[in-house]
């Protein structure tokens, strides 16, 4: 389970995360990308689909994930969100356990699962990214987005000690521009918290992105030639990569922590 979050608004997370399990699905893995954003459900949007079901109607135990999900195009699947649903902390014991038996099922039938989380250090975002394996971290050049992702960091190490990040720097000039972003907030890391913050990669500032999502035609598939797609390619590469080098996926250890970070007993 990836997490894809930022500090910001608005940096692009959602494009991200589509264009992202395109090119996982490309190769031939089986992916889900899970709208998390409880304010505004505009991973559908993005898509141009429109379903009867989502997330919601899994909290409350009148759908199971599978029923939920739906076929999005570029052959991933797709687990709508929903605007106005309650912070996982506030959710009744029941409908928290429909929830993560819901998270269970769907990695059982998928390899990557790709969460769309909310930006900004709210518990939500926080508790949920802090429990994935990885938690994918978008950044723009931007002075107010750097400061922005660097608090998350911050916020997330706060909740959980051994959290992986991976840097990706969106629209940017070039790489030149992204890896000196990375640099200095890899330094900045270094100096106040101890840690390094690895750099994944970048996406360049790209005219496709905007008339991909003006057409709700994601950009992977309407303009897979243009330098954003490439790039993002690369990152699909980078992540399959890293899942073949790794001896065994560790699946179970996100139930453990979701419950630890929302300070609750684990039950299964
Ligand atoms: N690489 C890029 N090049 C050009 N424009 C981009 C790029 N990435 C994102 N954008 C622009 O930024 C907008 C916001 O992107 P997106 O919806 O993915 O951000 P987000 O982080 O999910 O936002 P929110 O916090 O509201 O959920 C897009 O509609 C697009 O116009
Ligand atoms: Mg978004």
Known sequence: MLAVTSGKGGVGKTN???????????????????????????VEVLLGLNSLYNIQHV?????????VLVQGPGGISVIPGSSGIARLA??????RQNVLDALQELQENHDFI????????????????????EILLITTPEPSSIVDAYAMIKTIYQMRDDAVF??????ALNEAQAKAVAAKMSQVAQQFLGRKISYFGFI?????????????????????QCAAASNVQA????LMQQRMDQTAPSRSGFFRRIAENLGLASNG
């Open 16 to 42: 991200t995360s589509i264009n992202l399990a395109i090119a996982l699905a490309k190769k031939g893995v089986r992916v889900a990308v899970l709208d998390a954003d409880l304010g505004l459900a505009n």
């Open 90 to 95: 506030d959710m009744g014991p029941r409908a």
């Open 59 to 67: 909290i409350a135990g009148e759908r199971s994930m599978m029923e």
């Open 204 to 224: 360049p500032r790209d005219p496709h992105v905007q008339q991909s999502v003006m057409q709700s035609n994601p950009f992977m598939l309407r303009f897979p």
């Open 235 to 238: 990152l699909a590469t980078r």
């Open 114 to 133: 790709i969460v769309d989380t909310m930006a900004g250090i709210g518990q939500n975002a926080v508790a949920f990214a802090a429990a994935c394996d």
């Open 166 to 171: 991976r840097l990706i720097v969106n629209q």
